[in-house]
């Protein structure tokens, strides 16, 4: 039941652009940064509420390439058998949930090799709502990340990142996907050129309220390939953001612990 | 591909102690207490290092019906599609999971409908390693509970108990499910008088390290259908309990957040 066609949108899109070349050389090129591990604690963190930032998922949540992706087969009912008990047939991607550097890359850390210490991380929230609001393809820049910092103080070791775009609005209309008349997506996003920023400022994982850590507009996941595949992860379709002030939450990534799973559906929340 | 045969080996087990009658008449007389929300952080919580208790998951990872249910299917590979992702067929109960108050009555709240208050919880640790190790049915009473809170004070309110009993060290081996000639599993679990006294202290969850809630052999679920028939979780298969102290731990179960499930494999973690 799972994506039917999408296979073939993706590899339009990508060798429309040659990317394939382009991606093979960058992943042997930039290789893996080390992961953080431990550091992100030094103090102890303290919090006194919790967030979820995870939205409920069903069968007819929204999905990047417009296909369901989640089945849920009811094997036993309480009525009949006693007790309730289903299985799911659901792709890696969907709802709110983890993308692992394994995702974009070729031998990335999939998500059981992806330490608990880079999964519980100091959070930064830059509020783009205003900007996202005027121009749907808006995508975040180094500029927006020297704003926060100006204003709030450096990026916490370790940290997160992520985008409040306040797309989460949108959930349960066309407007989230925003697909144009030639099926082209149109949400904000994280520029290409925002990955070397943020990885040589020490940022684990970004995260968005969207269906893409690229803009919906990408025709070839530039920044999903220069941040997945140098050895850091993101989150995507996260909900609550604007719940979460700009600094001091800690975010917690629960993701699956599935061996060489490229992401999957997770609980994520944040202490506040 | 999921438990097959599964149904069969519950219906006979249950249809052989006439449970489905009693459960029934539990569920309608119990009805389901109200879980506790965001009572549990009166004062604000602080914690310097993160565990994880989630075991890594594959389709070789035991199962209490002794079947795989986990199936990884690749769907794109990045050598011929530039990146990598998987769909799952999973059932609900595998690997470390949770399970809901759904899973054992007609309509106790279901994974989505508990709410996050009640999923990030202190934990108690109660450490029966010795007396599993004697006897692999120990079933947990309620003089461990006393004798947990001689030691520690009260239960705090909203809290988690976890039974440690060391069974952790069989996992990779045939003593992980323990089953002697006849099928019978053996290893240790909360004995179901434990529930009304836990249940009496305001406990929202309990955690084991081993398949099931109740002791392996079990003929009727009897600690399953009190424990969440009366609105209460569960957490099975959990990891490096050992690694935590008896108390002063918060538990956070990133259970999955689908519409309708009655568990699901969860990230499950403490702070310490």
């Given amino acids: 039941m799972c994506i039917p066609g999408c296979q073939e949108v993706v590899a339009r899109r990508l060798s429309r652009r ?8 960058m992943a042997t090129l930039a290789g893996f940064s080390a992961l953080p591990a431990g550091g992100a604690f030094a103090a102890p963190v303290s919090f006194s509420k919790v967030v979820d930032l995870t939205h409920v ?39 709110t949930h983890l993308d692992t550097p394994f995702h974009f890359s070729k031998d990335g850390p999939s ?13 930064a929230v830059i509020d783009i709502r205003e900007k996202a609001g005027a121009d749907p393809d808006y995508r975040i820049t180094a500029g927006d990340i020297t704003a926060w910092e100006a204003a709030n103080g450096p990026l916490p070791a370790g940290a997160a990142v992520a985008l409040n775009s306040g797309w989460e609005a949108h959930l349960g209309t ?20 925002v990955a070397p920023v943020l990885a040589q400022k020490g940022v684990a994982g970004v995260v968005v309220d969207t269906l893409s850590l690229d803009y919906g507009a990408s025709k070839d996941f530039a920044f ?19 719940a979460l002030p700009a600094k001091g939450a800690t975010l917690v990534v629960g993701g699956p612990k599935i061996k060489g799973a490229s992401g999957g559906l997770s609980r994520v929340l944040a202490l506040v």
Same sequence: chains 1, 2.
């Fill in 224 to 242: 999903h390939y220069k941040w997945l595949g140098s050895g850091h992860w993101g989150v995507e379709a996260a909900a609550n953001l604007s």
């Fill in 57 to 95: 998922l069903d069968p007819s949540f929204p999905t990047y390439f417009g296909k369901p992706q989640l089945e849920i087969r009811q094997l036993f009912s309480f009525d009949k058998d006693g007790f309730n008990l289903n299985e799911w047939v659901v792709n890696e991607h969907t709802g």
């Fill in 174 to 193: 066309d407007r989230f996907r925003n697909a144009d008349a030639n099926g082209t997506l149109h949400f904000p996003g994280f520029h290409v050129d």
């Fill in 111 to 123: 998500a059981d090799a992806l330490p608990i210490e880079t999964l519980v991380v100091p959070l």
């Fill in 18 to 25: 040659g990317v394939f070349k382009g991606v093979a050389g």
